[in-house]
């Protein structure tokens, strides 16, 4: 069963001569104006969509299942959101060409590994890497996830690091790389491969093929995004509606290569 919690204003309402969360318990126990239940509960149902309309900015984790609608809706109203997907959802055509206008990317504080998530009391604990923390609170660890947002922080403009083609061809930590004569190009992309954001070349001036996890790295005064179908070299791959390099879809020398999304730098 969904519910609406409405708070607008927390007192010290236990008389505890304290400000804090149990007051927030006790209202939500005490006053039945608080926590009312919904009639439905969907996100995409009228009574959401009209508290959806209400709000400034959306904070949630939404089911992985219907991300896209999810998203859809939230761009429909034109609302500024901080929401948790899984890394792949990037790769959604519905998704991807937000990322590549700029118009979503992904939050500061999530770029790697897995994060605990805390689950209620009579939540089964069954995944791996499940526990209970030190203060007793149940917790679930998720992989793959990032903040999907339309927020603006500081670290989406720090530029990355990076160094010459010449220097990275030389002395790259990358075997796939280092004391080649040149950057692999793609049989059917008119463009290099880069396997990885660090061996990204800064003086390069065309098009790169680089992996999909370079989007934690992606500063837009740095780089723009290109439509792969723009690059491609045959009218098959022009005509697919992927925006990106899609797992095995881009090939060097005939053998395939990983999902790439296509980056230019900016003059
Ligand atoms: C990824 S989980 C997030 C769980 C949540 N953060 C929590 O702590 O309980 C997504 C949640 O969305 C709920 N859900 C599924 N379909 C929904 C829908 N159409 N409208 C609203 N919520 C939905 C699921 O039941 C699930 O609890």
Known sequence: MAHKLILTEVTDCNGDGKTDIADVEWLIRNDKNVLTKLRNGSFDSKECVALLEEADIVVTNPPFSRFRDFVALLMKHNKKFLIIGNLNAVTYKEIFPLFKDNRVWYGPSISSGDRKFYVPDDYELRAAGCGVDDKGRRYIRVKGVRW????????????????????????????????????????????????????????????????????????????????????????????????????????????????????????
Not at 240 to 266: E, H, Q, V, W
């Open 148 to 267: 999907f947002t339309n927020l603006d922080h500081g670290r989406r403009h720090q530029p990355l690091k990076l160094m010459p083609m010449a220097d990275n061809l030389k002395f790259s930590k990358h075997k796939e790389v280092r004391g080649k004569a040149a950057y692999d190009r793609y049989d059917n992309y008119d463009a290099i491969e880069v396997p990885y954001t660090d061996a990204i070349p800064a003086d390069y001036t065309g098009v790169m093929g680089v992996p999909v996890t370079f989007l934690d790295k992606y500063c837009p005064e740095q780089f723009e995004i290109i439509d792969a179908r723009e690059v491609a070299l045959y009218d098959k791959q022009k005509g697919k509606n992927t925006y990106l390099i899609k797992d095995a879809d881009g090939t060097i020398g005939g053998k395939p290569t990983y999902a790439r999304i296509c980056i230019r730098k900016k003059q």
